[in-house]
C-alpha cells in the first residue's frame, strides 16, 4: 500500500496569512501516460463528512475558493491557502488513487492564531 | 442536487452483524462506481470498499475482506454494505461516496453513519 505523510500534524495561522500543508507519498504517483498525478486534497469541517477541494494534484473542484491552491509532483505535493478566513478551519487530508487501496494522510489540522 | 443518504448504523455487539444502505439522488447512480470510507471518530479516514457501476467487481481493503459484502441496487439506486463478524476495530461512521468520473477521487460523500461495535 501507498503510505501517505502529511506535514504537519497541526498549524496554526493568522487570519489573513498563508497556510502551507505539505503531503509525501511512499512512491512516485504520476502515471505516465497521461502525465497526471493522483493525488487529492479534503477539507472536513468538525461534525462534517469530508469536501473534496482539489483532484490531479491541482485542479479545483467546482466552487471552491481560489484561495485553495494545489502543487507537486511525483512525491511531494502542497496545499496552499492564501489569504486564510475563519471558515477554513478544519482537518485537511490528502489522498493517492493511484492504486488500491486508495490511501489518505492522516490529516492536518489548522486553526487560527 | 446530488445527494448520498447513510442508514443502518448502530450498536452491536461483538461478532454481529450489521448493513448499510446509502440512497442515492440527483445523478446517474447506475453510470457510477461507489465506495464506503470509514472514520474512527477523531481520527483519520480508510478506505473500507468499492463496487464498480454494474455491480461484478466488489474490492475490499485487506481489513474487511471476507467480513464485509458490498452491494448495489441499481434499480433502486442504493448501496449496500453487509458487515458480518463485527470487531471493536470496525467502531466508527462510514461514508459512502461517489467517485470522479472513472477515477477514485471522492466527488460527494454522504453524511456518514455511526457503527458502534461494544458488549
Known amino acids: 500500500d501507498i503510505v501517505m505523510t502529511q506535514s504537519p500534524d497541526s498549524l496554526a495561522v493568522s487570519l489573513g496569512e498563508r497556510a502551507t500543508i505539505n503531503c509525501k507519498s511512499s512512491?512516485?504517483?504520476?502515471?505516465?501516460?497521461?502525465?497526471?498525478?493522483?493525488l487529492a486534497w479534503y477539507q472536513q469541517k468538525p461534525r462534517q463528512p469530508p469536501k473534496l477541494l482539489i483532484y490531479?494534484?491541482?485542479t479545483r473542484e467546482s466552487g471552491v475558493p481560489d484561495r485553495f491552491s494545489g502543487s507537486g509532483s511525483g512525491r511531494d505535493f502542497t496545499l496552499t491557502i492564501s489569504g486564510l478566513q475563519a471558515e477554513d478551519v478544519a482537518v485537511y487530508y490528502c489522498?493517492?488513487?493511484?492504486?488500491?487501496?486508495?490511501?489518505f494522510g492522516q490529516g492536518t489540522r489548522l486553526e487560527i492564531k | 442536487e446530488v445527494q448520498l443518504v447513510e442508514s443502518g448504523g448502530g450498536l452491536v455487539q461483538p461478532g454481529g452483524s450489521l448493513r448499510l444502505s446509502c440512497a442515492a439522488s440527483?445523478?446517474?447512480?447506475?453510470?457510477?462506481?461507489m465506495h464506503w470510507v470509514r472514520q474512527v471518530p477523531g481520527k483519520g479516514l480508510e478506505w473500507v470498499s468499492r463496487i464498480n457501476s454494474d455491480g461484478s467487481s466488489p474490492t475490499y481493503a485487506e481489513s474487511v475482506k471476507g467480513r464485509f459484502t458490498v452491494s448495489r441496487d441499481n434499480a433502486k439506486d442504493t448501496l449496500y454494505l453487509q458487515m458480518n463478524s463485527l470487531g471493536a476495530d470496525d467502531t466508527g461512521v462510514y461514508y459512502c461516496?461517489?467517485?470522479?468520473?472513472?477515477?477514485?477521487?471522492?466527488?460527494?460523500w454522504g453524511r456518514g453513519t455511526l457503527v458502534t461495535v461494544s458488549s
Open positions: 440527483g445523478f446517474s447512480f447506475s453510470s457510477y462506481w
Open positions: 490531479w494534484a491541482s
Open positions: 489522498q493517492q488513487y493511484y492504486s488500491t487501496p486508495v490511501t
Open positions: 512512491q512516485n504517483i504520476v502515471y505516465s501516460p497521461n502525465n497526471k498525478n493522483y
Open positions: 461516496t461517489k467517485e470522479g468520473w472513472k477515477y477514485q477521487y471522492f466527488e460527494i
